[in-house]
């Protein structure tokens, strides 16, 4: 009679759980295709908080009547040459007629020839909260500016380059999205030819990310956390990997424990989730952790991947430990149909690979560890070659962007800087000392005092100027930077002007110095939280510094790697300076998973059969799921790559060719091998060193 309410408790509860996870599926489901309405891809808010440039941009608000977006409008001769006087005249009048269309701000420019005289040039002002109506807002210009005779029609200007970022990200919610999963489904499919397990695999991490674009969307609504297009991708292929990762471990320990305890099902998994549970959560924890040190970096972009990722990390833990057990126990042996999980000594029988490999560590661990060790060690030492000092804006998007052709134009016959030029802010006593210094400076075509409109007096704002310096060279390119950093050594020494540098190239520059600074700081950090958890989970100290020391050294050979792939391959001159950090952080974090997985179940091996034999069947147990999980993460970071930016391509190279070769080198040989090698002295200092 006692047993009865046990047996409803056991059968209701799982039921209960998996219509919670239905309603949160569709209640929330839908926030996963909402999430572009709360972000932001305005380049302009994701600066340094304290760099000079950022203040700058803060002090430019007095200035301005009307914010304003930018469109500049080029026009080149058919067939090159000089361009027609008339054509000028014409061009003046096509941007007039422009005044008061819908979108625009403001008096239109008249067209202005450039020195060699093949080309015009005009800026058209739009309001800055245009929205999904910019590319129609553009669409009226160009029709305006095309009826020029004789001439050819180019958008450039930060208008252009965000109707291009609004193209490229149109992908994430659909695309991006169901390219990872049907990549997710494939690969199980394959690995573990089962009809039902891999279904609810999938459905377990779309209930997880549904959940946290839900929690994302209502943060980012109140001005909690950030969101733009690139955390938009990154928390879907995070939390799509990460739940698939953890599903998998304790989907493979549930069929154990179903084959060895004869198809009881709930015994099964309640053994399988004491086994898999502190593994899981420590994992969770290595990755969440190293995600929210990204706090203290500088740059608002690295704050807001931080709690969004952590979040997404929770959301696929909550599914992995409830939604998958619940489903399982009501299935049992029928959620690995058409497969029966049969119980074998050691999961040997099932895994012979993994069989032989193990032996091979086993008797040769010296020359296993070595030859993995100078592998990893040849590649990390191309990392040095590695340039992440920023990608120039014709390599910003992987296909051909409009804006990137007009840039190209506008940079052919015109300054370099032209229509971005660097923005002094200086005291307005000193303004004509600062405008004439910045001139002479090396580097500069021209400094002009920012004017009230409709007169040529300096437009004075809490006693301070506005001076736009046009460089000579790209905005983007490394010399802007250059010269940003000698002009800010120039005027910061005018007398009593109080100059402050900013614009588009002393933001890059200021970027990349602020990346610098962040990977200084947040590296220690990440790894000291990794080893305070690793610590915990193995209680051993020795261990988990071989551990961290080995991810390490796979993140310097994946950038070696990387390094040789950009340039030689992709074609890429370098990388955002935020991409080795955020490399870093995903290949650490998520590297040490694997290791985790692994270390734990030799531990649990080795209480039982000492530290060689327990270091054989940990490795025969866990080989197979753990490669497969790392298969699956390593194509659902491959995902990012349908998203045409050289960002996002970056990192999805860095991170998946990082997890593979964690997984199928670090974690399978290299670890392994040391492991065997130490012996028992690898649990220093705990009691499990001295177990026979």
């Not at 625009?104 to 020839?113: D, E, I, K, N, T």
């Not at 924890?285 to 608002?300: H, K, N, P, Q, Y």
């Not at 030799?602 to 025969?620: M, S, Y």
Request: hydrophobic share 55%; glycine share 8%; proline share 5%.
């Amino acid at each position: 009679m006692s047993s009865t309410p046990a047996r409803w408790v056991t059968r209701l509860l799982p039921l209960l759980v998996l219509v919670v996870w239905l309603a949160v599926g569709g209640g929330l489901g839908p926030y996963a295709g909402k999430l572009g309405e709360v972000a932001t891809n305005d380049q302009a808010a994701f600066l340094p908080r304290s760099a000079e440039s950022t203040r700058v941009l803060q002090a430019q608000e007095a200035f301005r009547q009307e914010e304003t977006l930018p469109a500049l409008v080029v026009w080149t001769a058919d067939g090159g040459g000089p361009v027609d006087p008339a054509a000028r005249s014409a061009a003046t009048q096509a941007l007039a007629s422009l005044r008061g269309a819908e979108g625009v701000v403001g008096v239109p420019s008249p067209a202005l020839p450039s020195e060699d005289g093949e080309a015009l040039r005009g800026v058209v002002q739009l309001r800055p909260d245009l929205g999904d109506e910019l590319p129609a807002t553009l669409e009226r210009i160009e029709s305006a500016a095309s009826a020029v005779p004789g001439t050819e029609t180019w958008l450039a200007g930060p208008a252009a380059t965000q109707a291009d970022l609004g193209d490229a990200f149109a992908g994430i919610d659909g695309l991006l999205l169901m390219v990872a999963l049907v990549t997710v489904l494939v690969i199980l499919l394959l690995v573990y030819r089962s009809v039902l397990l891999p279904l609810l695999i999938i459905l377990g991490a779309v209930f997880a990310l549904g959940l946290a674009c839900a929690v994302v969307y209502v943060l980012a609504d109140h001005d909690v956390v950030r969101v733009d297009g690139q955390v938009q991708g990154i928390l879907s292929i995070l939390v799509i990997g990460a739940a698939t990762d953890y599903a998998l471990l304790l989907a493979a320990r549930y069929r154990e424990e179903l084959a060895a305890r004869e198809g009881a099902k709930v015994p099964a998994m309640r053994a399988a989730l004491k086994q898999s549970f502190g593994p899981i959560v420590a994992s969770a924890a290595t990755v969440a952790l190293g995600l929210l040190a990204l706090l203290f970096s500088d740059l608002t972009n690295n704050r807001a991947l931080g709690p969004v990722g952590a979040i997404g990390i929770v959301c696929a833990v909550l599914s992995a430990v409830t939604f998958l057990p619940a489903v399982l126990v009501l299935l049992g042996r029928a959620a690995y149909w058409p497969a029966r999980p049969k119980a074998t000594p050691d999961g040997e029988a099932a895994h012979p690979v993994w069989r032989k490999i193990a032996a091979l560590v086993d008797r040769a661990p010296r020359k296993v560890w070595a030859g993995s060790l100078a592998a990893l060690l040849a590649c990390a030492a191309f990392s040095l070659t590695l340039d992440s000092k920023g990608v120039p804006f014709d390599e910003i998007f992987v296909k051909d962007a409009p804006s990137v052709a007009a840039q190209e134009r506008l940079s052919e016959h015109f300054p370099g800087g032209a229509g971005n030029p660097a923005v002094v802010i200086a005291d307005a006593d000193a303004a004509e000392r600062v405008r004439t210094a910045a001139e002479d400076a090396d580097g500069v075509d021209s400094a002009t005092l920012f004017a009230t409109p409709g007169t040529a007096r300096p437009l004075v704002a809490d006693g301070r100027v506005r001076i736009d310096v046009t460089l000579t060279d790209a905005a983007d390119s490394d010399a802007a930077k250059e010269t940003v950093a000698a002009l800010r050594t120039t005027l910061h020494a005018v007398p009593g002007a109080d100059a402050l540098v900013g614009g588009s190239s002393a933001q890059q520059y200021d970027t990349q110095v602020t990346a610098e600074r962040d990977r200084k700081l947040i590296v220690p950090v990440v790894l000291v939280i990794i080893l305070v958890i690793l610590v915990g989970l193995l209680r051993s100290l020795l261990l988990p510094v071989l551990l961290v020391a080995t991810v390490a050294l796979n993140f310097l050979a994946t950038l070696g790697v990387s390094a040789l792939v950009f340039e030689h391959v992709l074609g890429f001159t370098g990388t955002d300076a935020a991409v080795p950090l955020y490399g870093f952080v995903f290949l650490v974090a998520l590297g040490v998973d694997y290791n985790i997985f692994l270390m734990s179940r030799v531990r649990e091996e080795t209480e039982l059969h000492g530290t060689r034999e327990g270091l054989r069947r940990g490795l025969v147990a866990t080989g197979g799921v753990i490669t497969s999980a790392g298969v699956v993460l390593a194509a659902t970071f491959a995902a990012l790559g349908v998203i045409p930016l050289a960002f996002l391509v970056q990192i999805a190279f860095i991170v998946a060719f990082g997890v593979l070769l964690d997984t199928l080198v670090v974690r399978s040989l290299l670890v392994p091998a040391l492991v065997r090698d130490i012996g028992a002295r690898v649990w220093w200092p705990g009691a499990l060193r001295h177990r026979p």
